[in-house]
């Protein structure tokens, strides 16, 4: 049976649109990349469960999650472009989610999470992939020359910038997904500057 909690908010109280069901009512194809998740996290998040009911949304995005996992960015970077990317598209879900991971696996200090969500960093390499990365998202791809120009003279090469575009399209993938379906959120709450 599907479940729907209702979460507390600032704007009364909401329920996941899209059913979440639980783990042992997905599809059979859903079962081992669940398995998987819960292994690997402890827990199943309802964004899984949620891409669960479709085994080829959620391989899809278990498949380029892992394969950028494998890439040149450290993950205080990964970790920090999801929560600027989060931010842009007033997604509570992820924000709440990246801020977690972002401060108990990451050790993303508090100071680090809020500057990230802003597009902002100290280290001057963070700074700049999280700059282009909000115009990537902003501008729909169609950067400027200027803004490649920054991000190399950050010192980022071609593969570089091409991992923090498909950073982008896999974080704005998981914000519209959540932002659709409004998924409980099951991580400590953090809301969006940005009005939902």
């Not at 598209?89 to 924000?95: A, M």
């Amino acid at each position: 049976m599907p479940q729907h909690t209702a979460v507390p908010t600032l704007k009364g109280l909401i329920m996941s649109r899209l059913s979440i069901p639980a783990v042992s009512d997905a599809p059979a194809a859903s079962k081992p990349l669940l398995e998987a998740v819960h292994q690997k996290l402890g827990v199943v998040p309802n964004l899984m469960k949620l891409l669960g009911q479709s085994p080829a949304a959620l391989e899809g995005y278990l498949s380029l999650s892992g394969a950028l996992d494998k890439g040149t960015l450290d993950v205080k970077l990964r970790e920090s472009l999801a929560l600027a990317v989060a931010e842009f598209n007033g997604c509570d879900y992820c924000l709440a989610a990246h801020s977690y991971i972002g401060k108990n696996l990451v050790k993303l200090t508090d100071d680090e999470i809020a500057q990230a969500r802003d597009a902002r960093a100290l280290d001057v390499r963070r700074a700049a992939a999280l700059r282009f990365a909000q115009r990537v998202a902003s501008e729909r791809g169609r950067v400027q020359d200027s803004d490649i120009a920054a991000l190399r003279s950050a010192g980022f090469n071609d593969a570089e910038t091409i991992e923090i575009v498909l950073h982008v399209a896999l974080n704005v993938l998981t914000n519209y997904v959540n932002n659709v379906a409004r998924t409980d959120v099951d991580f400590p709450r953090v809301s969006s500057h940005t009005p939902a």
